[in-house]
């Protein structure tokens, strides 16, 4: 890219995904990743244990989800609550940031989930002029 | 999918990315994968072609990109114009659901970059708490 002319992007945030070392490019990866998004998702619906998030996000498996829920409760979107209890009990809940890009994740999933018979009829389309690769 | 029974998720939708064989959740993945979400929110900007694009979105191999404009044109979101000049020119673009899903993802990228100070603040948060791991 040319640096001395940013010829499309001209916003003025100091953050850019588009830039490999912006962090904003991890945060964004946390909350879209293959299990982060759902997660985020599963959560905004309400408070679940770890089992129960497991269940829900199905085909996780346990370490995954447990590195996910570590990366998006350091970026402060879901919050770890550990109750006094024996045996302990451990709930995780969306914190306010968290329910706000929740909102916005499920409006795109939510969009994409209602649009999969055009998806799937353009790979008809596709696999079918490519001679069904 | 368990066809048999879905206990908790009772939207109506017949696609749904929580379950791990739905082909939603292989859509979701080209949208919102670390270089399909940037891709698109490139191209929602305008068509461009191969080069202009991977300089664009900063750190992608050819491989990479290559894969993942295959993967966004096959799902009916890009779609790919070799114009019939010597040499060969191709362009990219969004078809009009691929811009719809731009819009939604472009939301979803410009919230978590405008929320990058919280997300950091979090983390050094975090990082205390833990002895700075």
């Not at 982060?36 to 989800?65: C, H, I, P, Q, W």
């Amino acid at each position: 890219m040319d640096i001395t002319q940013e010829p499309t992007d001209v916003r003025d945030l100091p953050y850019s995904v588009f830039a490999k070392a912006c962090p904003s490019r991890g945060t964004l990866e946390h909350v879209t990743g293959r299990w982060g998004g759902l997660t985020l998702g599963a959560l905004y619906e309400g408070s679940l244990r770890f089992n129960e998030l497991r269940r829900r996000v199905d085909g996780v498996s346990e370490k995954m989800l447990s590195q996910t829920l570590h990366a998006l409760e350091r970026d402060g979107l879901v919050h770890r609550e550990a109750q006094p209890t024996n045996p302990p009990r451990v709930d995780y809940e969306l914190t306010a940031l968290g329910r706000e890009i929740a909102e916005r994740l499920l409006g795109l999933i939510h969009f994409v989930e209602g649009r999969m018979d055009d998806v799937l009829a353009a790979r008809e389309r596709y696999d079918g002029t490519r001679g069904a690769l």
